[in-house]
């Protein structure tokens, strides 16, 4: 057989069937489901009299409309507390798993698959959730589909999906400290543009994506939907086993023995080929903000507010004038001047334990800055239980960030944590989009570590320069 | 699905790169649990001030677009959020055909199931689109799925491709999870072949 690269063999032992002009008919291993993309689509089984056909491949939980404030408290938004009604009554009536938000598990769709075990290496995984393409990180193929797709897979376990092409991000060399995951991401995205990788699916590969933790992976891969693309994968190693083994619905004993000596075929055969290749040069990041309203609008922090010369195209220069009057930036001002209002850390793409760690040794021994309100919000309620077992909690409590209960929060403000007009945050989400984090807000993106040192200095600074307590 | 075989429309342009979902519909409008009544939402922080008033200087307000039903914009439209939301809110609103130079994958997916017609061309003619739509009183194209063309009667004329499936599906309005379950036996067999682990079933209350 030809060489194959890990998305070639995923996505050949999915296929159910390939008709004659129509597209390939793949199955889908594992379907996760949220509040706010699935009512329509339960609605529409019950239009058309259709069942939910494999409800074991179906895992549910609430996360973006969810409040961060203590459980326990009424929902004081009416809208958002009838759609999470309205999943808890079409999980019942579908007989769909759901972690409701009492729940332990409960926690954003795209932390809780992996920490329970659920993501596994060599699945296919969907979500209605752009973000989905996180669960990539464990070489599984995973992306986020529309409502109606929801409604599709829901009915059949299947989806008919038009092959995607295949591109290799191989990053040379290793990170310097101070460079995260989330710096890599955004150096990638800076590059390629936020459509660079659309219709393509990313294989990362090379030293320094081998050296990163499942965390680390997981922030790459979410982010890989900045750059268009339709997902993207890294191939399972050591640590992908270290990560998965023992976790509670991970397989146990004989199966999985079995389940690692398939797992250890999927990476890409030697000679795999991809249809676009992109090397970068791990060495050349730092630390990086975006200054604009997409999040390819990225410099290092030691770096200036782009000039509009600097544009090539008319087109880009254009948005990116939008952008700066948008954000009320400054061609040429330095990114270390811009001062913050509101400290974000928290999102699928940074709520994980290592990204509270890595935010707590930066908080540890300082202050916020009292110009600043600055909110940690793990991804589940198991990794906040996990940062107050390890006092992460009490580093940010007593250096006056708030610490608060699971979910999507200010990644998307569907829940009360929203930016207040002209406020601007620095924010580990994944989107810097207008409006995003609420109405005429500002949102820059940056790295956990980054977040929690622009909350104490109350501006950009260099984490590379920091004074860690 | 409404089926879509051609069509022909007044021009709005939106001369934006980049447009993404949470433009398209914001998320404070998200939590309705019904497919209707987005349309009110379509672009809503461009067309509305912070007090609800509409901002005359966006193009979906401008009285000379205000029968469009084409919408005209830069690359890269629909990105972000796979918010299948902002589809209902173009629809719900009255397009039928959306025309730029690149749209983001999820978008253009979630699109097709709503009978909305994406069609991708070259920088230089929606370029040109974009130019005749501001220049012309009450421009219009005429975009046909069939011929797979974009003519105006001024002598603009443009030709795109499309997926042979997509494009099957939507000239016929067909409901593809219909066409889907046609391969029963081939799913049967699929999954007899592949069961659920048997961890997961102790996912669910009560066991």
């Given at each position: ?165 295949t591109m290799q991000i191989d990053v040379r060399g290793r990170l310097l400290n101070g460079v995260t995951a989330k710096d890599l991401a955004l150096g990638i995205i800076g590059r390629i543009g936020t459509g660079g990788a659309a219709g393509y ?269 | ?207």
């Open positions: 057989m030809a060489p194959r690269t890990l998305f070639e063999k995923i996505w050949d032992a999915h296929l159910v069937s390939s008709p004659e002009g129509q597209s390939p008919l793949i199955y889908i291993d594992l379907h996760l489901v949220h509040e706010v993309t699935s009512p329509q689509a339960f609605d529409g089984l019950r239009t058309n009299g259709r069942r939910v056909r494999q409800p074991l491949r179906t895992v549910a939980t609430v996360d973006h409309n969810v409040p961060t404030t203590p459980r326990g408290l009424p929902i004081a938004d009416p809208i958002a507390a009838k759609q999470i009604e309205a999943l808890q009554k079409n999980c019942r009536e579908f007989g769909v798993p759901l972690f409701d938000i009492d729940s332990p598990e409960q926690g954003i769709v795209h932390v809780i698959g992996p920490e329970l075990g659920i993501t596994q290496p060599g699945m296919t995984i969907v979500c209605g959730d752009s973000h989905t393409s996180t669960h990539g990180a464990f070489g599984s193929l995973a992306f986020g589909i529309g409502t109606s797709e929801v409604e599709h897979v829901l009915a059949t376990q299947c989806l008919p999906q038009k092959k995607p092409k699916v990313i294989e990362y590969t090379g030293e320094a994506v081998r050296k990163l933790s499942m965390e680390a992976r997981m922030t790459l891969c979410n982010m890989s939907i900045e750059a268009g693309a339709r997902a993207g994968m890294i191939a399972p190693d050591e640590t992908t086993l270290a990560y998965v083994q023992a976790r509670r619905f991970a397989p146990k004993g004989k199966d999985w023995d079995n389940a690692v000596s398939a797992w250890q075929t999927l990476a890409t055969d030697p000679g795999g080929k991809y249809d676009r290749v992109i090397e970068i040069d791990a060495a050349s990041l730092a630390p990086f903000v975006t200054w604009g309203t997409n999040p390819g609008m990225v410099v290092p922090v030691t770096e200036r507010v782009p000039e509009l010369a600097s544009f090539a195209q008319e087109s880009d220069r254009r948005a990116a004038e939008q952008a700066l009057s948008y954000m009320d930036l400054q061609p040429g001002m330095p990114m270390e001047q811009i001062t913050v209002d509101r400290v974000f850390i928290g999102s699928c793409t940074n709520s994980r334990i290592e990204d509270l760690r890595s935010a707590a040794r930066v908080a540890k021994g300082h202050h916020v800055n009292p110009k600043v309100r600055a909110m940690v919000v793990p991804g589940s309620q198991a990794i906040k239980h996990a940062a107050e077992q390890e006092g992460l909690h009490r580093i940010f409590l007593d250096a006056g960030f708030e610490w608060r209960e699971s979910g999507c929060s200010m990644c998307l403000g569907m829940n009360p944590d929203i930016l207040q007009p002209g406020e601007r945050c620095a924010s580990t989400s994944n989107r810097n989009f207008e409006g995003r984090q609420g109405r005429g807000g500002r949102t820059h993106l940056v790295s956990p570590m980054m977040a929690a040192a622009a909350a104490i200095a109350g501006h950009f600074t260099d984490i590379r320069n920091w004074r860690f307590n | 699905m409404q089926p879509f075989r051609k069509h022909t429309g007044e021009v709005v342009p939106l001369d934006r790169v980049n447009v993404d979902t949470d433009q398209i519909i914001p998320k404070q409008f998200l939590k309705r649990i019904e497919r209707t009544g987005f349309g009110e939402f379509l672009f809503y922080d461009w067309r509305f001030a912070a007090d609800g008033t509409e901002k005359s200087d966006f193009a979906l307000h401008d009285p000379r677009y205000s029968k469009a039903t084409i919408l005209v914009a830069g690359k890269n439209f629909g990105c972000g959020s796979s918010r299948e939301h902002a589809v209902w809110s173009l629809a719900d609103y009255g397009f039928r055909v959306i025309i730029a130079s690149a749209f983001a994958d999820i978008f253009a997916n979630n699109s097709l199931k709503n009978g909305l017609l994406t069609v991708t061309l070259t920088e230089p003619q929606v370029a040109e689109i974009m130019r005749r739509a501001a220049h012309t009183a009450s421009y219009r194209l005429s975009v046909d799925l069939e011929k797979l063309t974009v003519e105006d009667d001024q002598g603009f004329s443009a030709t795109f491709t499309m997926d042979d499936f997509a494009r099957h599906c939507l000239l016929n309005g067909l409901d593809d999870i219909g066409l889907t379950l046609k391969h029963e036996t081939a799913i049967a067999a699929y999954e007899s072949k592949h069961p659920v682990r048997p961890e997961m079933s102790a996912i669910l209350p009560g066991r």
